[in-house]
């Protein structure tokens, strides 16, 4: 309907996706200790945290493994309060 009227349509496109890949654990974890979280809440998220790897397997042949220190779990009910809480100083 817009074209009609106008010869063009202007578009402004966020793209976050790549956002959650900023957020070091270290971080989070220490703005996390600032928060009036309970201990054990915050030994779980810590535990999620922690110990997190990745490899890639393709025609039967499987790379190194990979430490992974930054970035959230997109997909994870903690990932965008996660984003949040280290971007919150912003």
Do not use: C
Not at 35 to 62: C, K, M, S
Not at 79 to 87: F, H, I, K, S
């Amino acid at each position: 309907m817009i074209l009609k009227t106008n010869p063009f349509v202007k578009i402004i496109g966020l793209d976050f996706t790549k956002a959650f890949h900023t957020i070091r654990h270290e971080t989070l974890a220490t703005k996390l200790a600032t928060l009036e979280v309970p201990d054990y809440i915050f030994n779980w998220l810590i535990n999620f945290l922690q110990n997190r790897g990745h490899f890639t397997r393709y025609a039967l042949i499987t790379s190194a493994y990979a430490p992974i220190n930054v970035s959230v779990v997109q997909g994870s009910g903690f990932g965008p309060t996660a984003y949040d809480v280290g971007a919150s100083d912003l």
